[in-house]
């Protein structure tokens, strides 16, 4: 790489004083749609964020902890398509480690920035706090190598090679990104460099050619192909042209749970969700027994594959990602995921559609308003309450599952953590998703072990003036977890407080509607008088569910396999 510059003096080459590192930063994430910036202030991020309030266009929008910001930060790049935190150096970018991992493990851009203590006191190895009390300031950048795409320490001398390589490679690899700059660097100015523009990656054009011609002959063999679409289809953008390959092909299309969300389930051609042998028997038979499988952005993980009995012939498959394709056993790397999938398109084959109307297991309403909540009474009520343009946000556990079956409307942007599966995501990961579409209605569904770990950014939606609508499923505990205890019962450690979470807005200073609810007919009501309330406030509506077993059905299929799972095991 050839890199031209000018070190005797900060000027450009057209002779403008050159922008302080601070500044170009700053600059160079507008240039990507970010218009705020999640974190927690810290001495050694005092430079970065005094830079921040003087740039306009730009915002600093401080959680409760770095935990928080950073789920914060997750969720508004779902939304916007890239993200920035801004964290403290040691104490602060620890507490980050988490959700960045998260992000990493999902796929999701996050330019995380940390403000570290002064470059002299560094080079003079001095023990500063907030280290480790060994002279060393280079440990924490190492462990973040493990987590993020990229890692760089930023100086007025790289920082117009360093910034653009990095924010360039969490784009392309959709992960997050690592960026140190000491507290008194961030106001020297920076030194000119000619940056190279990068050559757009494109396909190997022999390998597109022979993956499209490999696909072909298993597409035009197939009596009974499929689309199977998951995760990577939302996280790299492919959904336009996976819509465009389905109305193109005529055949029908399944989720998977990672990817709900990622197909717009009101198609004529859409099937339902693909659980194993956990979700609809139908579902799952079309799937299983189709003669030609294309899968798209597919993640093969023990919870989206329903405890890995998701059985898909490999040789029938067609598994296209985002850099490469394989067509049965024949691998065909750098193929773009865009380029095979436009190929497809006009690959001339035209299915029969759907051979029978599809059904959804939530599509009856409850007759009986005076029944208590339960599962099979208020995921109806859901899918009834959503409206095109929602976001959904949905915590890790019992909603997590509950929710792949409810249908979506269209244009609908759901936010679930099915991966990486981070207890209390969802709370935060709302209020960031809040900042970065101010104008849609967020829906929040939580469960009450989920929010008593991150309630504290409830405190910040009420901050900033959001206005979601967040239903807490009160189940008395960690119900997720004792389905997946087979080995005990009345486990202690899955028990939690009892908490008044309909003061949880006043106890934050805040104006909310709330409301408590046991039966689906209180539900109902609730749900009417928040749609209209969300407008103007804050909503919380609080689901007592008296039976602490109670659960979607795919979950209580999962524990019935678990615990054949367990006895087959005990009789070896």
């Known amino acids: 790489m050839d890199k031209k510059m000018n070190i005797e003096s900060p000027v450009t080459h057209t002779g403008k004083a050159q922008k302080t590192l601070g ?21 050694y991020n005092f430079s970065l964020l005094d830079t921040l309030e003087q740039t306009n266009g730009i915002q600093f929008i401080e959680g409760r902890n770095e935990l928080n910001s950073g789920y914060a930060a997750d969720g508004y790049a ?138 072909r002959q298993l597409i035009e063999g197939a009596q009974r192909p499929i689309i199977l679409v998951d995760a990577k289809t939302m996280r790299f953008g492919l959904q336009a042209e996976v819509l465009k390959l389905v109305d193109a092909m005529n055949i029908p299309a399944a989720s998977m749970l990672f990817g709900k969300g990622a197909f717009d389930e009101t198609h004529p051609n859409y099937i339902g969700m693909y659980l ?55 691998v065909y790397p750098n193929v773009l995921a865009t380029d095979i999938l436009r190929e497809l398109q006009h690959a001339g084959f035209k299915g ?37 343009d929602d976001i959904m946000i949905v915590e890790i556990g019992t909603f997590y599952n509950g ?42 569904f939580t469960g009450d072990g989920s929010l008593q770990l991150t309630a504290q950014e409830i405190s910040s939606m009420l901050y900033y003036g959001c206005k979601p609508i967040i239903f807490v499923l009160n189940n008395d505990g960690y119900t997720i977890e004792k389905y997946l205890n087979v080995k005990t019962i009345d486990q202690k450690y899955n028990k939690i407080p009892r908490w008044s979470y309909t003061k949880l807005a006043e106890a934050f200073g805040g104006n909310a509607f709330t409301s408590i609810v046991r039966t689906i007919g209180e539900l109902e009501q609730a749900i009417s008088k928040a749609e209209s309330e969300c407008a103007q406030r804050l909503c919380i509506i609080e689901m007592i569910v008296d039976d602490p077993w109670d659960a979607p059905e795919n979950m209580k299929k999962m524990r019935k396999y678990m615990e054949k799972q367990a006895i087959l095991k005990s009789q070896k």
């Open 403 to 444: 929710m792949a079956e409810v249908r979506l409307p269209s244009n609908i942007t759901y936010i679930g953590q099915g991966g990486w599966g981070s207890i209390g995501y969802a709370t935060p990961s709302a209020f960031g998703a809040c900042i970065a579409a101010k104008e849609r209605r967020v829906l929040l």
């Open 78 to 215: 779902r939304i916007n398509g890239i993200s920035a935190l801004i964290t403290t150096f040691g104490v602060g970018e620890l507490n980050a480690c988490n959700p960045i991992a998260g992000s990493y493990s999902e796929h999701v851009p996050v330019i995380h920035i940390v403000g570290s203590p002064k470059e002299k006191d560094q080079k003079e190895h001095k023990l500063m706090h907030h280290t480790l009390m060994n002279g060393n300031f280079n440990v924490f950048r190492k462990m973040y190598e493990q987590i993020t795409a990229y890692s760089a320490v930023l100086t007025p001398e790289n920082a117009m090679i360093e910034i653009p390589t990095a924010i360039r490679i969490a784009k392309e690899k959709k992960q997050p990104v690592y960026l140190v700059v000491a507290d008194d660097l961030v106001a020297k100015p920076i030194m000119y460099r000619e940056v190279p523009v990068p050559q757009q990656k494109t396909s190997n054009q022999k390998a597109l050619k022979a993956a499209t011609n490999h696909a």
């Open 276 to 330: 194993g042998s956990l979700g609809c028997p139908k579902v799952q038979n079309t799937v299983e027994n189709a003669d030609c499988i294309i899968g798209i952005g597919t993640v093969w993980a023990d919870t989206n594959t329903a405890n890995f009995t998701a059985k898909l012939n490999s040789l029938v498959t067609i598994n296209i990602q985002p850099d490469y394709v394989k067509v049965a056993e024949a």
């Open 352 to 388: 029969n559609g759907l051979m029978e109307k599809a059904s959804f297991p939530y599509n009856q309403s409850p007759n009986n308003s005076d029944e208590p909540i339960r599962a099979a009474g208020y995921y109806p009520l859901f899918q009834r309450m959503l409206k095109k």
């Open 23 to 43: 500044q170009y930063l700053l600059d160079c994430l507008k240039l990507e749609g970010i218009t705020e910036i999640f974190g927690v202030a810290g001495d």
